[in-house]
């Protein structure tokens, strides 16, 4: 029995019934099912005209997905690696700014909970931190809150 075909479009509705997408990652999807006749470019110009497919929903999609666990710099960076446009990015670092701190604090604490006694110890909970993409400034007020809620 053939294997029925699906078309570009139901393909681009699935993918993004499931979770958003960005137009970049959604086109490299479908690159690899398009036949000899089909514009991709065109496709997903038209689910964007239908607001089925969405940069700024995308850019809240993700950041909601990473913020409890990572930093505003590993977020970011990932957003950058998707294509999302220098002007929606400013505004998505101010935001993130604002909470930094707590995040950080949070990601430490369910890693760790426990003060560091040593260097060595605090200095592997700062490069947890940093590897997480948290700022050096949100990491000194993380380990110091937790220093000071020890004592």
Do not use: C
Not at 93 to 112: C, I, T, Y
Not at 120 to 142: N, T, V
Request: hydrophobic content about 40%.
């Amino acid at each position: 029995m053939a294997k029925l075909q699906v078309s570009l479009k139901a393909r681009a509705l699935r993918y993004l019934s499931a979770r958003e997408h960005s137009r970049q990652e959604l086109g490299r999807k479908l690159a690899r099912y398009a036949q000899e006749g089909d514009d991709v470019e065109a496709l997903l110009d038209t689910l964007e005209a239908a607001k089925f497919l969405s940069q700024s929903r995308f850019s809240e999609s993700l950041v909601h997905r990473r913020a409890a666990r990572f930093g505003n710099s590993r977020i970011m960076s990932e957003l950058k690696s998707h294509g999302i446009a220098p002007e929606s990015l400013t505004d998505i670092k101010a935001n993130l700014e604002a909470d930094e701190f707590a995040r950080a604090r949070g990601v430490w604490e369910r890693k760790f909970g426990t003060v560091a006694t040593s260097q060595e110890e605090r200095a592997k909970q700062m490069r947890f931190l940093m590897q997480r993409g948290f700022s050096h400034r949100a990491i000194q007020a993380a380990m110091r809150a937790t220093n000071t809620d020890e004592d």
